[in-house]
């Protein structure tokens, strides 16, 4: 009994996942275990860049011995077309995100023209469309140093974000930094020229691969004496 989404059409028959294991009998004797293979065939004709997610249950016919009346134990399963690791965990591009704002949060719209001073309040707007185990904003200087992490800017395990209650997260950019991931060893950034360097875990990621970080960076903005 596959599962889909409330918002699609129909799907036909021969287009459900398929599952596939051995048939017959199979025998358990009391204070012993067995294993049992079932391979599950995605759907056909879903395009990967889709992102289809799919589902359903499978279930166990049951009979203890010397019973004749059989109950059902039910396996619920599901899967992804798809390679995940290769996901987006950042929102998409037409929301806008991640983009630094204002404070208003109001999207800036030249960076390259912007200088943050004393009393300037500057963010970054963050939305994820999945879960990342690591979230990490840094601030790197104009000979691609990174100089340390902004305020709020690392963090594990972080959920994906909810748009019908807070659209995105925000982070502060100014001149302090923190140079641990506990936020407690922190220096004032001197002026010139930066940028935001914002990376995240995606799915079954490596932490110790970089390639397996979705990157983001922003614009060079300056600070200011």
Known sequence: MPTWPTNTSPVPANTLPQVLGIRGNTLVRPGQSTNITVFIAPPLGLPESERWFYGGFINFKLTWDGESTAFSHVVPYAG?????????????????????????????ENVSELTISADTDVYLAVALDLPTRIFAASIVDATNTT???????????????????????????????????????????????????????????????????????????????
């Open 80 to 108: 992804f077309n798809g390679d995940m690791r290769k996901l987006s965990v950042l929102a998409s591009a037409p929301i806008g995100l991640p983009f630094l704002a204002d404070s208003e949060l109001e999207p800036i």
């Open 147 to 225: 100089r340390g992490y902004l305020p709020l800017g690392y963090s594990e395990y972080v959920g994906r974000t909810l748009l019908d209650e807070a659209p995105y997260y925000t982070i502060p950019v100014n001149r302090t930094v923190f140079h641990d991931t506990q936020m407690t060893n922190s220096s004032e950034l001197s002026a010139g020229s930066y940028h935001v360097h914002l990376k995240v875990l995606r799915p079954f990621g490596d932490p110790a691969r970089e390639s397996d970080f979705q990157i983001w960076d922003s614009d060079t903005f300056k600070l200011g004496d």
